[in-house]
């Protein structure tokens, strides 16, 4: 049982060039989080799933876009990747209903040039 | 959406016990009240979980009073292992009509001195 695992988990870009990160849970969770997190930030939301084929934004979606096509995989894309989104990426998994608890990945350190 | 207030960071020794508070004065009535520790490095992960009095496991407690506003996460006898980052977190609940928009705080640094 692998969890929620991130893929790639280090990537350096140049300003302008497109990557996707992609989140894969083997757990059957419904709900899916995407996060940035930077120095003395906390984190912030960027997108969320509640659900295969939906998508809604966070806090900070602004540069980012983002497609469940499968329940198990959450893919955040950078069209046009900048030096403000240089920063280190998770993402997270819950299940709905009582009690429900987020599952992290190990997270994706994206800097970009 | 429930913010969540807590002190940026605080100092303990080993063997000492660390109670870290955190504000949540919109908590809504389905909300469960959830901790989280965060190493370098890695993603957040579950502590500890409850909706209202006092939770205990293994490796913490969680007091929260009648009003739920506030919670109390207690670290008894910490080690230096135990120097992370401590988020609460507040919106998960029982309702899965509700928003699931899980807004995170700043969190508390936690330094454990030897």
Request: glycine share 10%.
């Given at each position: 049982?692998a969890?929620?695992t991130?893929t790639?988990?280090?990537?350096?870009?140049?300003?302008?060039?497109?990557?996707?990160?992609?989140?894969a849970?083997d757990?059957?969770?419904?709900?899916?989080?995407?996060?940035?997190?930077?120095?003395?930030?906390?984190?912030?939301?960027?997108?969320?799933?509640?659900?295969e084929?939906?998508t809604?934004?966070?806090?900070?979606?602004?540069?980012?876009?983002?497609s469940?096509l499968?329940?198990q995989?959450?893919l955040?894309g950078l069209?046009?990747?900048?030096?403000?989104?240089?920063s280190?990426?998770?993402?997270?998994?819950?299940?709905?209903?009582?009690?429900?608890?987020?599952?992290?990945?190990?997270?994706?350190?994206?800097?970009?040039? | 959406?429930?913010?969540?207030?807590q002190?940026?960071?605080?100092?303990?020794?080993?063997?000492?016990?660390?109670?870290?508070t955190?504000?949540?004065?919109n908590?809504?009535?389905?909300d469960?009240?959830?901790?989280?520790?965060?190493f370098?490095?890695?993603g957040?992960?579950?502590?500890?979980q409850?909706?209202?009095?006092?939770?205990?496991?293994?490796?913490?407690?969680?007091?929260?009073?009648?009003?739920?506003?506030?919670?109390?996460?207690?670290?008894?006898?910490?080690?230096?292992?135990?120097?992370?980052?401590?988020?609460?977190?507040?919106g998960?609940?029982?309702?899965?009509?509700n928003?699931?928009?899980?807004?995170w705080?700043?969190?508390?640094?936690?330094?454990?001195?030897?």
């Amino acid at each position: 049982n692998a969890g929620v695992t991130q893929t790639p988990k280090f990537r350096v870009l140049k300003t302008g060039q497109s990557m996707t990160l992609l989140c894969a849970q083997d757990m059957n969770h419904e709900y899916m989080y995407w996060y940035r997190q930077d120095p003395g930030m906390g984190l912030r939301l960027i997108h969320y799933s509640v659900g295969e084929g939906t998508t809604a934004k966070g806090e900070v979606p602004d540069g980012y876009n983002v497609s469940r096509l499968k329940k198990q995989n959450f893919l955040l894309g950078l069209e046009s990747a900048a030096p403000s989104q240089t920063s280190v990426y998770f993402c997270a998994s819950l299940v709905p209903g009582a009690r429900g608890e987020l599952f992290f990945g190990e997270g994706s350190r994206l800097t970009v040039l | 959406l429930a913010k969540t207030t807590q002190p940026i960071s605080m100092d303990s020794y080993e063997g000492q016990e660390v109670n870290i508070t955190c504000s949540h004065n919109n908590i809504a009535t389905n909300d469960y009240i959830t901790w989280y520790q965060q190493f370098p490095s890695q993603g957040p992960r579950f502590i500890i979980q409850g909706y209202k009095t006092k939770v205990t496991n293994e490796v913490a407690s969680l007091f929260i009073p009648a009003d739920r506003k506030s919670s109390t996460l207690s670290l008894p006898r910490v080690s230096l292992s135990d120097t992370a980052v401590y988020y609460c977190l507040v919106g998960v609940g029982y309702n899965a009509g509700n928003n699931r928009k899980l807004i995170w705080g700043l969190g508390t640094s936690l330094a454990v001195n030897p």
